[in-house]
T-cell receptor, first 114, second 116 residues
Framework: KQEVTQIPAALSVPEGENLVLNCSFTDSAIYNLQWFRQDPGKGLTSLLLIQSSQREQTSGRLNASLDKSSGRSTLYIAASQPGDSATYLCAVRPEGGATNKLIFGTGTLLAVQP | GAGVSQSPSNKVTEKGKDVELRCDPISGHTALYWYRQRLGQGLEFLIYFQGNSAPDKSGLPSDRFSAERTGESVSTLTIQRTQQEDSAVYLC??????????????FGSGTRLTVV
């Protein structure tokens, strides 16, 4: 059974710092991995999608890496800003099965202090 | 539409009443998912629709929950005889489906359901 874990559960950093969020998954048979952010009381906003054949994806100050064989992904945020404060979720799309539903991690609550 | 649209955005209902939640996916997205997120908890998969295939209902928590989708259009999630434990944010997502290249999900902003 695929399980997705995110470390740390919560993180507080001063504005301007670079930071790394971690995501690990137990079964490497995945189609892709997606990072989302969720603001309080809101839905999910997709940040980056990495296919299983890719090693990383970049969007602005965000860079996500994927090491499928070791079951790990990291989300790097450069020069953090207070507006980055949110919960960050990673999710994998498992291979096989009829559903291909996303399996979500537990999330990292990020607070960027001004 | 440009994104996944859900309505209502907020719903307060009395225990025992039925509620209907609506999701309008991105045009052309053949896959549609419903998830539930209780306060302070992770996302729970509820149900999946893919084209005209039989839906995967394996995540529905009880027979009080049902969902419909006509073709590749709007989906409705119905909760009958609501209970307080049904209070949660109900999120809908849609995606393209294809061989080879796989697609990411786009989520709606959710419906916050409060059962009093």
């Amino acid at each position: 059974k695929q399980e997705v874990t995110q470390i740390p559960a919560a993180l507080s950093v001063p504005e301007g710092e670079n930071l790394v969020l971690n995501c690990s998954f137990t079964d490497s048979a995945i189609y892709n991995l997606q990072w989302f952010r969720q603001d309080p009381g809101k839905g999910l906003t997709s940040l980056l999608l990495i296919q299983s054949s890719q090693r990383e994806q970049t969007s602005g100050r965000l860079n996500a890496s994927l090491d499928k064989s070791s079951g790990r992904s990291t989300l790097y945020i450069a020069a953090s800003q207070p507006g980055d404060s949110a919960t960050y979720l990673c999710a994998v799309r498992p291979e096989g099965g009829a559903t291909n539903k996303l399996i979500f991690g537990t999330g990292t609550l990020l607070a960027v202090q001004p | 539409g440009a994104g996944v649209s859900q309505s209502p955005s907020n719903k307060v209902t009395e225990k025992g009443k039925d509620v209907e939640l609506r999701c309008d996916p991105i045009s052309g997205h053949t896959a549609l998912y419903w998830y539930r997120q209780r306060l302070g908890q992770g996302l729970e998969f509820l149900i999946y629709f893919q084209g005209n295939s039989a839906p995967d209902k394996s995540g529905l928590p009880s027979d009080r929950f049902s969902a419909e989708r006509t073709g590749e259009s709007v989906s409705t999630l119905t909760i009958q005889r609501t209970q307080q434990e049904d209070s949660a944010v109900y999120l809908c997502a849609s995606s393209l489906v294809g061989t080879g290249y796989t697609y990411g999900y786009t989520f709606g902003s959710g419906t916050r359901l409060t059962v009093v």
